[in-house]
């Protein structure tokens, strides 16, 4: 049979009866594959996935081999943009929407974007790269992002642009923070009633992405891809 490889990801099942099904059904199909590794993208789901499949991998989230941030040098920064799940893994009460909101804006006045990681549209595959582009713009001239998803939290790293973290339903923010916790910029918030607080505690300056510290990993997985290539 072929080999099958499953790029970082993270794994969630509901504390449910239905959850539980689902979770057992995944173990049928994946362990009925006896070429197949999977890798996961924070140490929460590392754990489970060893549990429950044959071959699986510790990586960081793939996007985190990007550096976009020297583009961002010199770039002139205003205001903040709060992108905030709106979906299933959404945790937020109406109330820690408001004090997002407004401690938001007692920092940044009027100038705060609404914002979101997802498009209500298909992107065709030669525009890709310039919607990517758009987005890293957008990073790239705040001043500070306020985000519970992964990617907003990953792109404010890549692009050098500080960031507010606040926790989701699922371990994959929490957990893909690990990775990063050593950046001056992205900083964790427990509570969103810390924001204006922890916004403090960011320096006033200029970053750079520096993510030397993950480039074993995905060398790793690039070799073990050639392998697999070579073999085939």
């Given at each position: 049979s072929?080999?099958?490889?499953?790029?970082?990801?993270?794994?969630?099942?509901?504390?449910?009866?239905?959850?539980?099904?689902?979770?057992?059904?995944?173990?049928?199909?994946?362990?009925?594959?006896?070429?197949?590794?999977?890798?996961?993208?924070?140490?929460?789901?590392?754990?489970?996935?060893?549990?429950?499949?044959?071959?699986?991998?510790?990586?960081?989230?793939?996007?985190?081999?990007?550096?976009?941030?020297?583009?961002?040098?010199?770039?002139?920064?205003?205001?903040?943009?709060?992108?905030?799940?709106?979906?299933?893994?959404?945790?937020?009460?109406?109330?820690?929407?408001?004090?997002?909101?407004?401690?938001?804006?007692?920092?940044?006045?009027?100038?705060?974007?609404?914002?979101?990681?997802?498009?209500?549209?298909?992107?065709?595959?030669n525009k890709r790269n310039k919607e990517l582009d758009s987005k890293f713009d957008e990073f790239r001239h705040t001043k500070l992002v306020i985000t519970d998803r992964l990617h907003g939290m990953v792109f404010a790293a890549i692009t050098g642009t500080p960031c507010i973290v606040i926790n989701s339903k699922s371990p994959k923010v929490r957990g893909c923070y690990e990775w990063i916790r050593q950046l001056g910029y992205i900083k964790f918030a427990d509570s969103v009633k810390n924001i204006e607080k922890v916004y403090k505690e960011i320096p006033d300056q200029e970053f750079v992405f520096d993510n030397s510290n993950l480039q074993e990993y995905y060398a790793d997985l690039g070799k073990y891809l050639l392998s697999v290539i070579r073999k085939g």
């Open positions: 072929s080999q099958i490889v499953c790029l970082p990801n993270t794994i969630f099942y509901d504390n449910t009866e239905q959850g539980e099904i689902e979770f057992e059904e995944s173990k049928r199909i994946y362990n009925a594959h006896h070429q197949m590794r999977i890798y996961a993208r924070e140490r929460l789901s590392y754990e489970l996935m060893k549990t429950a499949y044959r071959d699986v991998v510790l990586m960081p989230d793939m996007v985190l081999d990007m550096n976009e941030s020297r583009r961002g040098i010199n770039e002139q920064r205003h205001g903040c943009i709060l992108c905030l799940r709106n979906d299933v893994e959404k945790t937020r009460t109406q109330e820690e929407e408001r004090s997002i909101y407004n401690q938001a804006a007692n920092i940044f006045g009027s100038d705060i974007v609404i914002s979101d990681m997802v498009v209500d549209h298909n992107i065709p595959l």
